[in-house]
């Protein structure tokens, strides 16, 4: 059974920066491709951040330039660097996974992990 943990969430002021980690138990993590996404109130969850088995990364365009999405496969962890912060990137942050790269839906999902951005 694949497990996903996310951590690192919390309060931070406007410009600030965290880092969130997602640690994988289960499965053959080094052929994930491992995402993020996240959920502010009110709002449907929406694709942050996604890296591929190989390293290959994307981003969606309010984020990038601020957000580095990075992967130990040796730690079997994922992380989301946040630098930069905005009261708008307030949302609980989910980490997810899927089978391969060329599948078209992640297959495990993580509890989320708050991020809040005071102005």
């Known amino acids: 059974q694949v497990q996903l943990v996310e951590s690192g969430g919390g309060l931070v002021q406007a410009g600030g920066s965290l880092r969130l980690s997602c640690a994988v138990s289960?499965?053959?993590?080094?052929?994930?491709?491992m995402g993020w996404f996240r959920q502010a109130p009110g709002k449907e969850r929406a694709f942050v951040a996604s890296i591929r088995s190989g390293g290959i990364t994307y981003y969606t365009d309010s984020v990038k330039g601020r957000f580095t999405i990075s992967r130990d496969n040796a730690k079997n962890t994922v992380y989301l660097q946040m630098n930069n912060l905005k009261p708008e990137d307030t949302a609980v942050y989910y980490c997810a996974g899927r089978n391969s790269d060329s599948a078209n839906k992640y297959d495990y999902w993580g509890q989320g992990t708050q991020v809040t951005v005071s102005s």
């Open positions: 289960g499965g053959f993590f080094s052929r994930y491709a």
